[in-house]
């Protein structure tokens, strides 16, 4: 291994021995906690910032900067360090203090935008991007616009790799929740090359189910849930979408830790509770996929393990 980089990707795939449901399909996990800073967000970290470098638009020395929930921040901060580029983070006191402590500890800039009684709303996205915005016309800073950035999604073509081969080559569903929607968009997309028949469940907050047609809202759920139609979300991506709410992701969360020895967070838990449903309705032969998008030490001062 040559660098710290290397150790991005190859993670385990578990399946859940106690909590599949009776009769129905086997639920197995990626477990994408076991990536260097915990979170899937590694890989897509280091492929926008590779993709950047490919293209010419980030060159030594330049700054890198970008508004975020956490896991994305901890791993930009990660990949910019292993690298060598100074990076500025926008973030929230909406999201964990691990997740804000982590990133300073690989050197980034913090900006914190203060949140309403800890939730995640609407307002507090633009305020972040105004934010960013700003950062990039002052300090001419490289944005990675993890919104709009495509380069992303190869990030995630490994992972469904790893996944398919792990799984024994049968994945029948693959379900998970939308932040930027590039692990959706990339996993699904290397999923069906593999399997055309595969379905895609698409999960969001059930108190801002924009995708689903609702209005946005507040929510307690890191990493998903922005409150818009974000440019990487077509409902051609999912055959359905499943509503979660804040109080069933956590209380799914906090059954994984107990019943299965995985500690995760709040969107792994949403995750879990929309693939319980599907499972339910599959053959006992069938096999779906989810991601344990992160770590639960990143949550361990949160309503959440409190």
Not at 86 to 95: G, K, L, N, R
Not at 212 to 230: D, I, K, N
Request: glycine residues 10%; proline residues 5%.
């Amino acid at each position: 291994m040559s660098s710290v980089l290397d150790a991005i990707g190859n993670t385990p795939l578990v399946e859940l021995r106690r909590m599949s449901p009776p009769g129905g399909a086997r639920i197995v996990m990626k477990l994408e906690s076991a990536n260097p800073t915990g979170s899937m967000k590694d890989r897509m970290a280091r492929a926008m910032i590779e993709g950047a470098e490919a293209s010419g638009k980030l060159r030594p020395g330049r700054e890198i900067v970008e508004f975020t929930g956490g896991s994305t921040g901890t791993s930009l901060a990660f990949v910019a360090a292993a690298k060598g580029y100074p990076i500025s983070i926008v973030t929230s006191d909406a999201f964990s203090l691990e997740k804000r402590n982590h990133m300073k500890a690989f050197g980034a800039k913090m900006t914190i935008e203060p949140c309403v009684n800890g939730m995640v709303t609407p307002d507090l996205f633009v305020r972040m991007r105004a934010a960013t915005e700003r950062i990039v016309a002052e300090r001419n800073a490289f944005w990675t616009q993890q919104f709009e950035n495509h380069d992303q999604t190869t990030g995630y073509y490994a992972l469904a790799d790893e996944a398919w081969a792990q799984s024994g080559q049968r994945i029948d569903a693959f379900v998970h929740a939308v932040g930027t929607c590039g692990s959706l968009r990339g996993t699904s997309t290397r999923l069906r090359q593999l399997q055309p028949d595969v379905k895609v469940y698409a999960v969001e907050p059930s108190t801002s189910a924009v995708m689903s047609g609702g209005a946005p809202g507040a929510h307690r759920m890191e990493g998903m849930g922005t409150g818009r139609l974000v440019p990487m979300w077509d409902p051609s991506l999912a055959d359905g979408i499943e509503t979660v709410s804040t109080e069933d992701a956590e209380a799914m969360a906090r059954r994984l830790a107990k019943e299965e020895a995985i500690f995760a967070g709040t969107s792994t838990g949403a995750n879990l509770v929309a693939a319980l449903r599907i499972a339910s309705r599959m053959r006992p032969d069938s096999t779906v996929l989810i991601i344990a998008v992160d770590h639960g030490l990143k949550y361990v001062t949160t309503e959440l393990y409190r």
